[in-house]
């Protein structure tokens, strides 16, 4: 079964420094897996997506993701955070089949001056 | 601003009873997807509508219904509500009916709570 996990349920930077939250995801067939960052109290919106191709994937706002599959990882980077990314950072694989995704429980980041 | 509207933003209701919530996609948009976020369940995928058929299922109870009419606006009916059916609740759009591949567009939410 699908499934994706994400292992910090929070994360807290200073702003400026670098940014690393991880997503390991697993699945049978290649994957297409996705970042959402959701802000309070809004809906999710899309930084960036993998579907074949380039396993560095660059996104909005300044996010990349590198997706290893001998890790089974999309790990979700940013070289220097601004105190407006604090938000909710959710992993998801979309199935194959059946037009499903499957969210990670979501990574709190919280951006300290 | 997604171009997604939801309706209600808040809804209060009791135990047992019936509510709907409303969905309106981006201008274009064909599919339309509802999902679920609560704090022990996360976010589900409940259920997916393009062009006014049913396209996919997820973890929607039978509890939980859907239909998406001829405007392609679409509409969530949750009955008999228990306590854990408190969440908030998405509706997201996208343009084609391939569901993955298609970047989704996520409105604001409505969030239930049931008493």
């Known amino acids: 079964a699908q499934s994706v996990t994400q292992p910090d349920i929070h994360i807290t930077v200073s702003e400026g420094a670098s940014l690393e939250l991880r997503c390991n995801y697993s699945?049978?067939?290649?994957?297409?897996l996705f970042w959402y960052v959701q802000s309070p109290g809004q809906g999710l919106q899309l930084l960036l997506k993998?579907?074949?191709?380039?396993?560095l994937v660059q996104g909005i706002k300044g996010f990349e993701a590198e997706f290893k599959r001998s890790q089974s990882s999309f790990n979700l980077r940013k070289p220097s955070v601004h105190w407006s990314d604090a938000a909710e950072y959710f992993c998801?694989?979309?199935?194959?089949?059946?037009?499903?995704?499957?969210f990670g429980t979501g990574t709190s980041l919280t951006v300290i001056p | 601003d997604s171009g997604v509207t939801q309706t209600p933003k808040h809804l209060i209701t009791a135990t047992g009873q019936r509510v709907t919530l409303r969905c309106s996609p981006r201008?274009?948009?064909?599919?339309v997807y509802w999902y679920q976020q609560s704090l022990d369940q996360g976010l589900q995928f409940l259920i997916q509508?393009?062009?006014?058929?049913?396209?996919a299922k997820g973890n929607i109870l039978e509890r939980f219904s859907a239909q998406q009419f001829p405007d392609l606006h679409s509409e969530l009916n949750l009955s008999s509500l228990e306590l854990g059916d408190s969440a908030l609740y998405f509706c997201?759009?996208?343009?084609?009916?391939?569901?993955?591949?298609?970047?989704?567009?996520f409105g604001p939410g409505t969030r239930l709570t049931v008493l």
């Open positions: 997201a759009s996208s343009a084609g009916g391939t569901g993955i591949r298609d970047t989704q567009y």
């Open positions: 699945y049978g067939a290649t994957p297409y």
């Open positions: 993998y579907f074949s191709g380039d396993t």
């Open positions: 998801a694989v979309g199935a194959g089949t059946g037009n499903q995704f499957y």
């Open positions: 201008s274009g948009d064909l599919s």
């Open positions: 509508y393009y062009n006014g058929e049913e396209r």
